[in-house]
């Protein structure tokens, strides 16, 4: 192998094309390598004469350069020593994660991954795989390199590459196929699921599930007993089942998946090599793309967002009795949420027959709930799940209560006294939240004693499904409430995201001018709210905004504009281009949406929505002869998902989210937003690029000054002249 040089080997390119000092250095420099931080990355021993390696890594052991090399520095090592086998095994929390993303998009590092998994593939002596925790992408395909695979049986393995944009680059396309089939091996690729133990047993991609106090001692006895056996040897046969693939084919709508199935195609008809060499190809396609980009940064994004410079985890409340204030549909969904997580809860009503019937709507729930349906949720387990269920009339069923959540109906005046009543009745260490999802928080802490006690946990609706907890601290919130509703977050597997105190949080303040701009899209002759929806759809928006609104509830946003004195003409600022007329005449005519079956759609089928003509007659009135009778798809994508992006800008500079990638994480997990896209401010800085952003904002806002939020963000366009990547934004403010 001639280093610099892009090899044939399935090494991953991104990892080899460094032409940094002549061959040699570099080999010399590799056995260095292997001497120092590797050997201490994977730890050797030789076992009644089979060598146990041990990867040592943390947190993931993740297949970093150090681990690579002391994997081939390992196994030589062996083969030195006349070693009769040897077994591989993850230190700590579980077998190696995958490649260390870390290193993608950095200068590349040897041994190439396509050198370990041979190294262990094509030993001449028996090779085991002992795999705990979760055994998955690159780690999954070292196992598969090995001739055996032992796991312990809450072990679980997989091939998730597809959600960072890129596909399984280590043989991992060509030897899950040769393990389990084509089909299955497709399957679980395409979808990235991991895979139980049981499952990977019956599959054939493992060959014994035991107990993981025996696991490594299993799997000495299984080199001990084996000959050596390859996975390449194996022939692959075609699909069996032509319709699951025609499925999956149908939902491969984004670059990895199809290429995954591409491989998978190439494995059925080639040999190993020439496999590798197509899935080495199309990995280098996929590698650097725009949606690798995007899904890898929201990978990291993901991990970030759950931390608060200047606010440590210890600072948190044991939380072991939680209280939810008001039992209608958010409040049940995050009582939920809590017994789904094990901890005792009360919801709290304003009468015994309401607190009975918030437990009997949260039971109605679960017993609806597809999961309870198809057997999922045991009566068994949701018998324990009621069990740590209570409601009540009276506020003090709450005073031994660790965290309190509100979510009664938006009025800051009714939000108030119920703090006021909580202050009186709960410990001073007890954290109240409230689920406001536009009121000022710092304006309810007004109300207690100790303001520092007092947070945001913004739910989205439904609370027990949607996977965004977007926290909010008030000018006067403490540490320990921070802490608190953070780790709360992480208890309940949410993506848990902190915002500042100011109108609509992160969210909400974004989908303002994103609102707004889809309406003044309405003016335009030939643009309807099936033109906008069909743009949005088509960019990779989870729904529309106007099917969004009638699932939201068009009379929620029209109290909101009401509450702002929006909705009356004359208290408006006639400088100010108000495009919400048209909702507000939607909202006045009672099309509240879903809930009463007509809105911005008609819906004769319960949530399917169908072009009504009275709302094209009711559009008709808005129309704006002065302007451009056609608006194109490309047109509606540029102006409401450039405001959005911009408004986004602002939140920054205002200091209302801690990272641009909070954003990100906002709106990709909580507002439908493609996550192959990033999220609104990856998109625009690092795909559609910040000078173009400004540029196209700036003809909008001249075409249309009365309109506020077009006009380009300081932070943004400071950014944009200086040809900034989001990665710099600190830098700017
Ligand atoms: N590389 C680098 N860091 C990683 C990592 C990885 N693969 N996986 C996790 N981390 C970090 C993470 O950023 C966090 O750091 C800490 O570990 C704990 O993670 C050749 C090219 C393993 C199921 O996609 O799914 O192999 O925030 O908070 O909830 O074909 O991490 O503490 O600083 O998520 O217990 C394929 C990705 C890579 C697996 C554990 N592998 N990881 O979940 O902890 S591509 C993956 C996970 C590949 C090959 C290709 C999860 C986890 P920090 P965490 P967790």
């Not at 399935?10 to 040699?24: D, E, I, Y």
């Not at 040592?56 to 002391?70: D, E, I």
């Not at 929390?93 to 950095?106: V, Y």
């Not at 366009?717 to 989001?726: I, N, P, Q, R, T």
Request: glycine share 10%; aromatic share 6%; with cysteine.
């Amino acid at each position: 192998m001639v280093l610099g040089q892009p090899s044939m080997d399935g090494n991953l390119g991104v990892l080899a094309l460094h032409p940094r000092g002549s061959g040699k250095e570099q080999l010399e420099l590799l056995w260095q390598l292997s001497r120092s931080s590797s050997m201490s990355a994977v730890r050797y021993a030789l076992r009644n004469g089979v060598a146990v390696l041990h990867v040592t890594s943390p947190p993931v052991n993740a297949l970093g350069a150090a681990v690579r090399a002391g994997l081939v520095a390992s196994m030589e090592r062996a083969l030195a020593d006349s070693a009769t086998g040897l077994v591989v095994v993850g230190d700590g929390l579980t077998f190696p994660a995958g490649a260390d993303i870390t290193e993608f998009g950095k200068p590349p590092m040897e041994p190439s991954f396509g050198e370990v998994m041979r190294a262990f593939e094509d030993a001449d002596i028996p090779t085991a795989a002992a795999i705990h925790g979760t055994a998955l992408g690159g780690g999954f395909e070292l196992a598969m390199s090995c001739h055996y695979r032992v796991m312990s049986s809450c072990a679980r393995v997989g091939l998730p590459e597809v959600h960072l944009g890129i596909l399984p680059g280590a043989g991992g396309t060509q030897r899950l196929p040769r393990l389990v089939g084509a089909d299955a091996a497709a399957e679980i690729m395409v979808t990235g699921r991991q895979v139980s133990a049981e499952e990977a047993l019956a599959l054939g991609a493992v060959d014994a599930v035991v107990a993981k106090a025996d696991l490594e001692a299993e799997a000495v006895k299984v080199v001990e007993a084996s000959p050596v056996r390859r996975t390449k040897a194996v022939l692959v046969d075609g699909f069996k089942d032509a319709d699951s693939i025609a499925k999956l084919k149908a939902r491969a709508t984004l670059d990895a998946p199809k290429s995954i199935i591409q491989c998978v195609e190439a494995a059925v008809c080639n040999d190993m090599q020439d496999g590798l060499a197509f899935e080495e190809a199309r990995f280098r396609e996929l590698q650097g793309s725009t949606q690798a980009n995007a899904l890898q940064h929201l990978f990291f994004a993901e991990r970030a967002c759950s931390k608060v410079p200047g606010v440590s985890p210890e600072d948190a409340v044991d939380v072991r009795a939680a209280g939810v204030v008001g039992g209608g549909t958010m409040g049940r969904g995050i009582a939920m949420c809590f017994v789904d997580n094990g901890l005792p809860v009360t919801i709290l009503e304003t009468s015994a027959d309401a607190a009975a019937a918030a437990i009997s709507g949260v039971e109605e729930t679960y017993r609806r709930s597809s999961a309870f349906k198809r057997g999922r949720l045991t009566e068994e387990a949701l018998t324990a799940k009621l069990n740590l269920l209570s409601s009540a009339s009276d506020v003090d069923a709450l005073k031994d209560c660790d965290l309190v959540v509100e979510a009664v109906f938006e009025d800051m005046a009714v939000k108030r006294s119920i703090f006021a009543d909580l202050d009186r009745v709960t410990k001073p260490s007890c954290v109240l939240a409230s689920n406001t999802s536009t009121l000022s928080i710092d304006g309810i802490a007004g109300a207690v004693a100790d303001p520092a006690r007092v947070v945001g946990m913004h739910f989205f609706s439904p609370a027990n499904v949607m996977r965004l907890l977007e926290n909010v601290r008030g000018a006067r919130t403490g540490p320990a409430a921070v802490a608190t509703a953070m780790a709360m977050g992480k208890r309940l597997r949410k993506t848990t995201v902190l915002a500042g105190d100011d109108f609509g949080f992160i969210g909400n303040r974004m989908l303002e001018p994103y609102g707004r701009e889809c309406l003044a899209l309405l003016r335009h002759a030939n643009c309807g709210p099936e033109l906008v929806d069909a743009a949005l759809l088509e960019y990779g928006m989870a729904m529309g905004f106007f099917q969004m609104s009638d699932l939201a509830g068009n009379d929620i946003g029209y109290a909101v504009r009401t509450s702002l004195g929006l909705t009356d003409a004359a208290s408006r600022d006639p400088a100010v281009e108000y495009s919400a007329d048209v909702a507000d005449a939607l909202a006045r005519a009672g099309r509240f949406g879903q809930k009463v079956g007509r809105g911005w759609y008609a819906y004769e089928t319960p949530r399917v929505p169908s072009s009504d003509p009275a709302v094209a007659e009711l559009i008709a009135g808005f129309k704006d002869a002065s302007l451009a009778p056609d608006v194109t798809r490309g047109d509606v994508v540029d102006r409401a998902l450039l405001a959005l992006a911009n408004e986004g800008f602002r939140v920054l500079e205002e200091g209302l989210a801690l990272r641009p990638s909070d954003i990100d994480v906002v709106w990709t997990s909580g507002y439908g937003f493609p996550r192959h896209r990033g999220g609104p401010m990856q998109w625009a800085a690092d795909d559609v690029g910040l000078a173009e952003v400004k540029a196209t904002l700036e003809a909008l806002h001249a075409a249309r000054p009365d309109v506020p939020y077009l006009k380009p963000a300081k932070l943004l366009a400071d950014m944009a002249d200086a040809g900034a990547k989001l990665g710099d934004w600190e830098k700017f403010l």
